[in-house]
């Protein structure tokens, strides 16, 4: 399961009409959205790029058990939905199935959505498994810590990394949600992975949050280049958007364009890792939790 994005720019308004979950955004909303989906060429490549992380996974679960295992997408805002999905398995008789999200962090907000509506639509007809979480999958930690190294290679020694994810309203997090530990756990594995020095050289912030009037997950990441370049002690900043694996618009814009800005215009040089896309040994790992949960 993944986030889904529109298909083209004629599908923007009904995307986000979904994502606020019916309620119409104002032309000024709508104007913004269209103008950052431009900004990066029209479209996101999220469709494309989940796409072969299916296909991918699906290449995985192959090698290691021909014929068991079909690999279905499904989108929580866009076509087909969560529940067409399981709707069509059902219909073809299949009577066990394992949720995975393409999201590393669970927090109820997010990944617990995800699987409530899988769930939801499984009712009695199917068994279904989850994953959960994978914030620390060996196989993503070391991806991500060779994305830090290889990028810090390019930036002056004096470079910060900041691991980031996607924000969320504060009220989601209280009470013992475990989203923020486990962005932080991601950070701490991979920067011992990359020997990165505890927090002097990293930490952690949150981007991408939505114009909304309650308070959402701080520090932006924005936020924390500008106090990064008032220190005077840094030349850099590294942005490892960790909490995603496909390039699409939060990547895209909100650090290559709008995070970028920032850096730039306080003086640092910028850098942002590479996502993991469809790489084939995240991928494989994946496989060995969906068999492990199967």
């Excluded at 979950?21 to 469709?47: C, F, H, K, N």
């Excluded at 498994?129 to 004096?158: K, M, N, Q, R």
């Excluded at 309650?214 to 220190?231: G, M, N, S």
Aim: one cysteine or more; a negative charge.
């Amino acid at each position: 399961m993944a986030y889904g994005t529109p298909a083209g720019p004629d599908d923007v308004e009904s995307y986000y009409l979904d994502i606020r979950r019916g309620r119409p955004p104002t032309p000024e909303q709508l104007a913004d959205l269209v103008r950052r989906y431009d900004a990066i060429g029209g479209v996101s490549p999220l469709r494309e790029r989940t796409e072969a992380q299916r296909a991918a996974l699906q290449r995985a679960l192959d090698d290691r058990a021909p014929g068991r295992f079909e690999v279905v997408l499904g989108f929580k805002h866009a076509a087909p939905s969560i529940e067409d999905a399981v709707a069509r398995l059902r219909a073809r008789g299949i009577t066990r199935v394992v949720a995975l999200v393409l999201a590393p962090h669970y927090s109820a907000g997010s990944v617990g959505e995800y699987l409530d509506r899988a769930r939801a639509a499984a009712g009695d007809a199917l068994a279904l498994a989850t994953i959960e979480a994978w914030a620390t999958e060996p196989a993503y930690v070391a991806f991500l810590a060779g994305a830090v190294t290889d990028a810090l290679a390019l930036l002056p020694s004096a470079t910060k990394v900041l691991f980031t994810a996607h924000s969320l309203p504060s009220r989601v997090v209280t009470g013992g949600d475990p989203y923020p530990d486990e962005l932080r756990a991601t950070a701490e594995a991979v920067a011992e992975a990359a020997g990165l020095a505890r927090w002097a050289s990293f930490t952690v912030a949150w981007q991408s949050a939505s114009p909304t009037p309650e308070p959402w997950l701080e520090p932006d990441v924005r936020t924390v280049i500008e106090d990064l370049a008032a220190t005077g002690r840094a030349e850099g900043v590294l942005v490892c958007p960790c909490g995603f694996v496909s390039d699409h618009l939060e990547v895209l814009y909100d650090l290559d364009i709008q995070a970028r800005a920032v850096a730039e215009g306080a003086g640092l040089a910028f850098g942002r890792t590479r996502v993991v896309n469809d790489d084939a040994t995240v991928m494989s790992a994946l496989a060995e939790r969906v068999l492990k949960a199967e």
